[in-house]
């Protein structure tokens, strides 16, 4: 086990009795911090940041704090159990590994016997690092079903950037933007994806300009040169409205418009079919607040765009993610230093390869769900969860028969929530691995206890485009619970794929290092490894596209019969696209805004973490809550046409009159009863996850911005 000592390390181990400080990389939220955890009596007693890490700097969150908390937890499944009698009103007993994977893999067989490998769907949530060995199983069986977040959480950044630009544009921090734009996006809090919020603020500290695009007043907006308090669901009309102000105010870089884009002309007709005029109206951002943000992004050099998975969730997600990287592209700052960069990764297996896409055949691809409807979605394995749960609850186009979640919790997690758990239930069989008895968990046959961060080895952000990859090192060992990839190795074995994989994991790990020349056990014994860093490379071998330019108008989106150029939807309910339910529904609900501590459904039964947020709120502007006669902290009722939950008002002016903003992922793991409390407050009761309302590319639903009415509850 790799040992680290720090600055004053030594005097804290003999004065608090510390056995041993481990150097590792956390994974309470996306992933990359690094820590370092100080070991006693064979327990993690305290975790520190790391401050020779280059992702976080020594800084630490306080999920990343609380890691022991949650790896201690006395609620915690610690062994696997399985389900005797009926859902819910059933009993868990105790079994053994064997047992429980010998049962997971005969129902796969049985099920690929009877039905074919596509009605077995494997899924995993906001990630732990574990989705290249779930794709590695799924498509050896021959399944072309894996459900993600991939829809409308980072898949479709991966997939635009790759028909635009050849890869995700990453900021390059270590330079120093001048100018920032923080679009749909608080990273101070969410430490999204490939980002944390420490270099961010670094920047702001060294003076850069800020540019926030939010309908709420996050910390950074308040700390903003410009905040453009925008309509939900309009960041398309925006984002062509300062595109519009670039491209006719001659802003924008000559030399890479005419040299490394493609679909000039067409793309500048499309955006002067939106003027500002047009773009205010939409937006209700005031046009020469637009015309003054589109001029600070676009002179001010090094910029760049920190943008967020809201832009994602929503009918606009694919043309979202193009136009701000046509921000980007157009002004100049494609990877150039202080801007936005194409890193390049170490020379690894990496997660395409690693999860066996090649070995998938092509008969059985052309049956993913959804495949048809969301092509581009279904170009990069990605599926609408919906087109899943129609194939549970109606069979069509084909029954899905078993479900096998991990690290995923989809009854507070996915849109129209009641019907994911109709699904759920009814679904033949359901295996679950996951730290605690969720609401999804409670429904399974089979639960399987999951390691935390720090009781596995792994290759930390080997998934990600920023260029590191770095050691996640073992430090202990709680009850019976194991890794993702060491129980799909194991259970990879039971259903006949063993020439696929390893005696052990840790061979697994040997292959993603074997073209850098190293094994896993040699790479613990270093900090992390960068690829090469590269400015321009465009210049030299051209953009990784069809037409090996920057594609303004995109040649893959033609092919697949979509608009080549982006367009601004409006989204399914709104003022202007119902204005009959507005006037039932009056007001504009937006949901997810992160909150520091949780990480979407987890960490609610964390004790220095639910001590930060004890109910869900909902935010309500001052003159609307006197309107509608609720007060701070009442409990207050929201209502869409699909249900009703509630949260207790919190008072905030930072947010328009017509606008209230609601928390999602919200269950109650401290009460005892079935259910825990999943449908009470769970923001997705009132989402809707109809096909006509999802982006017609990436299948994204719209969650992020619907209509609603609120109300005081009664009895407060």
Known sequence: MHEFKYANAEREMEFYGYDSVIKSHCRMCHGGCGVLV????GKVAKIAGDQDCPINHGTLCSKGLASAQLAYHPDRLTYPVRRVGPKLSGKWERISWDEALGTIAARILGYKEKYGAESVVFGYGTGRENEAAIYRIANLLGSPNVLTAGHFCYGPRIA????????????DYENFPKCIMMWGNNVTISNPDCYKGEPFSVALDAGAKLIVIDPRLTRPAARANLWLQLRPGTDAALALGMLNVIVNEELYDKDFVNNYTYGWDDFVKRVNEYPLERVEAITWVPREKIREAA????????????????????INCADNDRLLMFLMGLTGNIDVPGGQVLFKAPPIVNVGRFGAHDKLPQEQAAKRLGGERFRLAGQFAIINPKAVWDAVLDEEPYPVKMLFFISSNPVLTRAN?????????????MAVSDFFMTPTAELADIVLPASTWLEMDYIGDFWKRHGYILPRRKVVQVGECRSDHEMLNDLAHRIGQGEYWWD????????????LGITWQEFKQI??????VKYKKYKEKGFSTPTRKFELYSTVLEKMGYDPLPQHREIPESPVSTPDLYEEYPYILITGARQPGFFHTE????????????????EIHPETAAKEGIKEGDWVIIESPRGKVRQRAKLFAGIDPRVVAAQHAWWYPERKE??????????????DNGYEGCDPAMGATNVRALLCRIKLELGN
């Open 38 to 41: 100080f070991v006693k009596d």
């Open 160 to 171: 635009t950037s790759i028909i635009t630009c050849g890869t995700n544009p990453i900021i």
């Open 295 to 314: 001029r600070l992004f676009a002179v001010t050099k090094p910029a760049a765009v920190q943008w967020g998975v809201a832009i994602e969730q929503q």
């Open 417 to 429: 929530a009641r019907e994911v758990y109709r699904a759920l239930e009814q679904v033949d069989f």
């Open 504 to 515: 052990s994991f840790e061979s697994g790990l040997d292959y993603i290092l074997e073209p």
């Open 527 to 532: 900090d992390y490894v960068r690829g090469e």
């Open 603 to 618: 960490n609610r039964q964390i004790p220095w973490l639910r001590e930060l947020h004890k109910d869900p709120q909902v």
């Open 674 to 687: 079935p259910g825990h409390g999943w449908d009470e407050s769970n923001i997705n009761i009132l989402t």
